[in-house]
């Protein structure tokens, strides 16, 4: 479990992704004058169909990896209802998480992820409206579902953040002057 309550003390890639990524975005729509509001994962998860109503394009931005089934829900129907998604990051909406209260009472105090399902002690398939904090994927939610892209940690190079870039069904237009063949 990770609790929000703690103050955020590093500057750096592993520990504040909003100085190495969030930031340069946010510098430039406003310099543009773009209109722009700004919300976190957990105003998704709490009141995403309200929220994502109000705008035409969602953007992911940073190190999006933890989602909640909620904020999975929301920005899956806002899609569908034609919302545009533009991801400006990898590996995103890639394990299923689920908030707890703090000790403090706040609702969503605590986000949990086991990552393993056999120490999750929600099991796949329960008849309550919770689900394993595992992998989207392993769930039968890949996240190539949402954004038409997929990590492959089989891939991963150790230490280097170096992968290869498989592309399945990109269309031609994608790949023009590129380089890149699918």
């Keep these: 479990a990770a609790s929000f309550k703690r103050p955020n003390l590093y500057v750096s890639m592993w520990h504040n992704q909003f100085f190495q990524s969030e930031l340069h975005i946010i510098r430039f729509m406003e310099r543009e004058k773009y209109s722009v509001s700004y919300v976190t994962n957990i105003d998704i998860h709490l009141h995403g169909e309200r929220i994502l109503k109000q705008h035409k394009i969602w953007i992911s931005m940073g190190h999006d990896e933890y989602w909640s089934l909620e904020m999975r829900n929301h920005i899956q129907a806002a899609q569908e209802a034609g919302l545009n998604l533009v991801w400006l990051s990898g590996n995103n909406a890639y394990w299923n998480v689920r908030f707890e209260p703090s000790s403090d009472g706040d609702p969503v105090g605590r986000m949990i992820c086991y990552k393993e399902a056999g120490l999750d002690p929600v099991e796949?398939?329960?008849?309550?409206?919770l689900l394993p904090t595992i992998k989207w994927r392993d769930l039968g939610r890949p996240e190539a579902?949402?954004?038409g892209t997929q990590l492959d940690m089989s891939q991963w190079g150790i230490y280097?953040?170096?992968?290869?870039?498989?592309?399945?069904?990109?269309?031609?237009?994608?790949?023009?002057?590129?380089?890149?063949?699918?």
């Design 145 to 147: 579902a949402i954004q």
């Design 160 to 182: 280097t953040g170096m992968s290869t870039y498989v592309s399945k069904q990109a269309p031609a237009w994608i790949l023009k002057d590129t380089g890149l063949k699918a």
């Design 124 to 129: 796949v398939g329960n008849t309550s409206n």
